[in-house]
């Protein structure tokens, strides 16, 4: 697996930063960020996605809350750079 950094927090401190890179090979996105609160997270159970689909979250997942000026760094289809420096 190789990873391309794709962007951090703008004016970032030195740790702790929600950070964004991409999977070479599958193109999936590796996100550091911040755990959304109970609040958030009951929000989502309540909203739920998809009819019949569970609202619990697995052991094995997360909820996180990605700050909107972070989508910046999201790859689109036609980026052909893959991202921005970030820095």
Known sequence: ?????????????????PTIWREDT??????????????????????GSVPGHSTDIPAHETVI???????QFIPRPEDDNGGHSGT
């Open 1 to 17: 697996m190789a990873l391309q950094f794709l962007g951090i927090w703008p004016n970032t401190p030195d740790d702790g930063s």
């Open 26 to 47: 599958t193109g999936d996105l590796i996100i550091q960020s911040w755990k959304a609160d109970e609040a958030t997270v009951r929000q989502v159970q309540e909203v």
């Open 65 to 71: 809350r990605l700050p909107a000026n972070m989508l």
